[in-house]
Every structure is written in structure tokens, then in C-alpha cells.
């Protein structure tokens, strides 16, 4: 692990250890009724990383330290590192998925994705979003890749074109392979299209991405293993 991220997580975890902290979490918990039950920050993480309710309630409880995060108030810091440590584990995940495609050195990696995650909870439209914690995710890693994407393109450009002929960003051609993927899959197996992106290509586990999306494990399997026949089914019949 680097050095960076590791060191990141622990701050954050003293943070949240303070005195100042858990005087924002009591004030939190007294207006959010999704967090009034919880004790401290530690059974708080404990409920959304590991514990036994369900993706629905924690999906709700992940609205409410949103909502906090974006309110400017006082206690928003807080909401913020406890959004932050709640997705730690799917943070993890981008982040060694993203140094596996050396979109970076592990410590810029490191660095960029808790600033992203900061910037995309605190920017994150809940009026269009149903899965928190899916969605954040996503986004973040997908950001990565585009990111790295547009800096391969100009680097390429700046070797072997006239610069005066290297388009902006917004002239640069999209990729649509992923696009494509989709709508094939979509075709195919219908709403388990991502799942099986996620899984297949993306390389996440099955129990990473049914974090992701709030379901159980066991449930995430059995659809992965229905959408993977639908995919082997519709391949026979092009033989």
C-alpha cells in the first residue's frame, strides 16, 4: 500500500477521534434522523462497512452525511470525513485498480482520489442519484481514466502533429468502445449490463461491486451468474 494513502486514512481517522468531531456528530445526529441512533462515528462505519442492515437503510443514511456534507454549515467537515471513511474500502478498490493501469505513481493516485471523492460528494446531485456510494465510485474512477486518457492523447499529439493543428478537449474524438459494450450488453442482459462491466471488465470482485450497488453478496452472484448465461446463450446462437 503507499505510504500516502495510508497516511491519509490514518489522519482522517484521528480526525474523527477529536473532541471538536464528536461535537459535530452529536449536532448531526440530532438533526438527521437517518444518524440518530448511532453512538459515536465508530458504529457508524461499523453499519455502513460491515454491518447487517440493509442496502436501502444504508443508502439512506449515506443521503443524510451527504446532504450534511453540502450544507456549509459547521458540522459539513465532518459529514464529509465520515463520507470519506465510509467509502474508504471502495476507495481502495479504485485506487489499486487505478495504479494496476498506472493511470499514476501510487502516491499521486493516492493523493487524487480523496480529492475527488471530496469534490464529488460535495457536488453530487442527490435529486439524480439513487445508489450513493455506486455512484461516487463510478464517477471518481471514471473520471481517473478519462483524465489520464486526455493526457495520453496530447501527449501523442504534441510528438507527432504541427501544433497548431492539436484540437481542445472538446474537439478530441471520444473513445466508444465502452459506450458501445454497453448498449450491447444492455441488449443482451438488460439492467445487469453494469454488473457484469464491473466485474468482467473492470475487474472488481462480485462483493466490491455489490457494495457498490447496495445488494448482498449473495444476490450480486446469482445475478452475475444469470447475465453471464444470457451472454453465453446469445453467443451460441451466433455459432
Avoid at 448498449?183 to 462491466?197: E, F, N, Q
Wanted: hydrophobic share 40%.
Amino acid at each position: 500500500m503507499s505510504i500516502a494513502w495510508h497516511e491519509i486514512r490514518d489522519h482522517l481517522m484521528l480526525l474523527s477521534s477529536t473532541l471538536s468531531f464528536q461535537r459535530n456528530f452529536e449536532a448531526l445526529r440530532c438533526i438527521n434522523e437517518p444518524l440518530a441512533h448511532f453512538a459515536d462515528p465508530a458504529a457508524l462505519l461499523d453499519t455502513l462497512q460491515v454491518g447487517s442492515r440493509g442496502p436501502d437503510e444504508k443508502n439512506r443514511i449515506l443521503v443524510a452525511l451527504v446532504r450534511a456534507a453540502q450544507s456549509g454549515d459547521e458540522a459539513a467537515d465532518c459529514a464529509l470525513t465520515l463520507m470519506l471513511l465510509a467509502l474508504w474500502p471502495g476507495l481502495d478498490a479504485v485506487r489499486r485498480r487505478s495504479t494496476w493501469r498506472k493511470i499514476g505513481t501510487g502516491d499521486e493516485v493516492a493523493s487524487e482520489i480523496p480529492a475527488r471523492a471530496s469534490e464529488a460528494i460535495r457536488c453530487l446531485d442527490l435529486q439524480r442519484v439513487n445508489w450513493i456510494a455506486a455512484t461516487i465510485l463510478r464517477n471518481i474512477e471514471r473520471d481517473l481514466i478519462r483524465t489520464r486518457q486526455r493526457e495520453d492523447r496530447h501527449q501523442n499529439q504534441l510528438t507527432d502533429a504541427d501544433p497548431d493543428e492539436i484540437p481542445s478537449d472538446g474537439e478530441a474524438p471520444a473513445n466508444a468502445s465502452p459506450a458501445l459494450l454497453h448498449r450491447d450488453l444492455v441488449r443482451i442482459v438488460g439492467k445487469d449490463s453494469d454488473l457484469v462491466i464491473r466485474v468482467a471488465v473492470d475487474g472488481f470482485s462480485q462483493a466490491e461491486v455489490a457494495t457498490e450497488l447496495g445488494l448482498s453478496e449473495a444476490a450480486t452472484r446469482k445475478r452475475y451468474q444469470r447475465a453471464t448465461q444470457r451472454l453465453r446463450d446469445a453467443l451460441q446462437e451466433f455459432r
